[in-house]
C-alpha cells in the first residue's frame, strides 16, 4: 500500500511538473507573437459613411495588429473624434490615443453637415482626445517607429496633405501606406466606368499631393471595395452576438440608414493589411486629374499598387470570424 501510494505521489509530481513546463512553454510561444504584432495608425472620417466603423471594429479585433492611434479627418473633425472615444470606451481599449485632425468644416456645405451617427456618442465625456494635431501625432509615431508603422488612410486626405507639407520625409518612414482611395476600372455599384471618388474629389489639392509624395502606396479602390457589403444577414449574425463591439455596429445602423446594406469601403482596406491572400494587385502610375479622376499613366515608373481583386466570400467570411471571435468589453 506505502509503495503504490509512493506511486502515485511521483506521478502526480511528474505531471505537476508537466503541466508547469507546457504552460512555461505555451506562455514563451505566445509572448513573441504580442511583441510582433503590426503597427498601425487608422486615419478615418468616422460618422458619415457606417464602413468606419467596420473597418475600426475589425482593426481593434484583430489580435494581430497594434492600433498605435485613430486620427480623424474632413469636416467636423471633433464629433468624428467623440465617437471614436465613444466606441473605444465600450470596447476597453481607453488607452488607443484619439486625435484630431484639422477642421475643415468651412469647406462646403457638405463638410460642415452633423452625421446622424455624431448622435451615438452626443454627450459622451469619458475619454477624449488627446491634445495634439493629428498631424503631429503621425508624425511623432513614424519618426518613434521608423520603418515598423503601416498607416491605413479611409477618409479624405488632409491629415497625409498636411503630415507631407509639414514633413515631407515623415510618410517615406512607415513600413507601408494603404489607402481606400480612387476609382481606377470600376466605379460605385460594380459600373464599368471610373468614378469620382468621395475621398478623393472632396480635396482634389490634397489628393494630388498624396498620390505624388514619392512613397508607394497601395491602393484599395472601387474596384474592390464596391463590391463587399453587410447584408441584412450578415447583420443578423453581428446582432444575435450581442458583444459591446457588435451591438455597437447595430446600434449604429438605425442612425446612418435602417435599410440598406452597408458597402464595406474602408474595411476592405484594413483587410487587405491582415489577408493580402484574398487580393491581387498590380503595379502602376496614380494622378489625379483637376476633376478629380484618379488616373493610370502608362509607361511611367509605377508609384502604387493597385488592387484589382478580392476573393469577397472568403472576406466577408474573415470578417465575420473576427466579429463572432472578440471579446471587448470594459
Not at 505566445?30 to 495608425?41: A, S
Not at 509615431?141 to 514633413?167: C, E, F, H, W
Not at 451591438?247 to 489577408?275: E, K, T
Request: aromatic share 10%; net charge neutral.
Amino acid at each position: 500500500m506505502r509503495r503504490l501510494l509512493q506511486r502515485i505521489g511521483v506521478q502526480l509530481m511528474f505531471i505537476l511538473a508537466a503541466s508547469i513546463l507546457t504552460a512555461t512553454a505555451q506562455q514563451q510561444t505566445r509572448t513573441p507573437v504580442r511583441e510582433t504584432r503590426m503597427k498601425v495608425i487608422f486615419d478615418c472620417d468616422l460618422g458619415d459613411d457606417i464602413d468606419d466603423a467596420y473597418a475600426l471594429a475589425l482593426l481593434c479585433a484583430s489580435p494581430d495588429l497594434e492600433v498605435l492611434g485613430v486620427t480623424t479627418c474632413y469636416g467636423r473633425t471633433d464629433d468624428r473624434a467623440r465617437l471614436a472615444c465613444q466606441l473605444l470606451y465600450d470596447w476597453g481599449l481607453d488607452s488607443i490615443p484619439v486625435v484630431m485632425g484639422r477642421d475643415t468644416r468651412q469647406m462646403n456645405e457638405r463638410a460642415n453637415w452633423y452625421a446622424d451617427q455624431f448622435h451615438y456618442a452626443k454627450n459622451f465625456t469619458h475619454k477624449k482626445p488627446i491634445q495634439q494635431p493629428a498631424v503631429d501625432f503621425i508624425r511623432e509615431q513614424l519618426r518613434k517607429y521608423p520603418g515598423q508603422v503601416t498607416v491605413i488612410s479611409v477618409g479624405p486626405v488632409q491629415n497625409m496633405a498636411d503630415l507631407i507639407k509639414r514633413d515631407p520625409e515623415a510618410l517615406k518612414l512607415a513600413k507601408r501606406v494603404v489607402a481606400m482611395f480612387g476609382s481606377f476600372h470600376i466605379g460605385y455599384n460594380g459600373s464599368p466606368t471610373p468614378d469620382k471618388e468621395w475621398n478623393v474629389f472632396v480635396d482634389v489639392p490634397a489628393a494630388k499631393q498624396f498620390v505624388n509624395c514619392g512613397v508607394p502606396i497601395t491602393y484599395a479602390g472601387l474596384d474592390v471595395t464596391t463590391f463587399v457589403k453587410a447584408d441584412a444577414a450578415f447583420r443578423q449574425k453581428l446582432l444575435m452576438r450581442q458583444s459591446p463591439l457588435t451591438s455597437a455596429l447595430c446600434g449604429l445602423q438605425p442612425l446612418w440608414n435602417y435599410d440598406r446594406d452597408p458597402v464595406l469601403y474602408d474595411a476592405v482596406a484594413v483587410g487587405m493589411v491582415l489577408w493580402p491572400d484574398l487580393f491581387k494587385t498590380q503595379p502602376g502610375h496614380v494622378t489625379v486629374d483637376d476633376a478629380g479622376y484618379t488616373r493610370l499613366v502608362a509607361n511611367q515608373t509605377p508609384n502604387a499598387e493597385i488592387s484589382t481583386y478580392i476573393d469577397t466570400p472568403k472576406f466577408l467570411e474573415r470578417l465575420m470570424r473576427v466579429y463572432m471571435t472578440q471579446n471587448l468589453r470594459r
